[in-house]
């Protein structure tokens, strides 16, 4: 779908840049591109920052995957006839992203943020949370341990 897509915008996905969209789609969630440029060199030992950089340009420009600012780290787009419309909600504790397409909520956030006397500075608008599956994690592990038996004493 992204050679596709690429090709009707007449940009070419490269190798590299085909491989470091495969790395973030095989993370499944926000990967920091330090930790992309260790996947590569696994694959290509002489992988250098640049050529992970030059990727990750590209892939953001044609609109492929998303620059999650509050941790640094970029995601994948999962619906490239919205990105431009979609607010993302991003795990505070796994990276996880998920990509919220309700364009009526966005106009009226922008719509507040304007009125309040700012403009905003980029395309996102990133909100921060925490996903159910590590609020599942936090609630089990806050759960008590059972109470020992209690011991009784013969007098």
Excluded: W
């Excluded at 897509?5 to 095989?26: D, F, N, Q, S």
């Excluded at 992970?52 to 620059?67: E, K, P, Q």
Aim: net charge neutral.
């Amino acid at each position: 779908m992204a050679e596709a897509y690429c090709r009707e915008r007449g940009e070419k996905l490269t190798p590299i840049r085909r491989k470091v969209l495969e790395l973030l789609l095989a993370s499944g969630r926000a990967t920091k591109a330090y930790s992309l440029l260790d996947e590569m060199r696994q694959i290509h030992p002489g992988s250098a920052p640049p050529t992970v950089y030059r990727a990750l340009d590209f892939l953001l420009s044609a609109g492929l995957i998303h620059r999650i600012e509050s941790i640094n780290a970029f995601a994948v787009c999962h619906d490239l006839t919205q990105c431009q419309h979609g607010i993302l909600v991003v795990c505070q504790q796994c990276g996880n992203v998920t990509e919220l397409h309700e364009p009526k909520l966005r106009q009226a956030l922008v719509a507040q943020i304007e009125a309040a006397g700012y403009r905003l500075s980029g395309d996102g608008i990133e909100l921060k949370g925490v996903c159910a599956q590590c609020q599942a994690a936090e609630a089990s592990a806050a759960k008590p341990a059972a109470a020992p038996p209690s011991e009784t004493t013969h007098s």
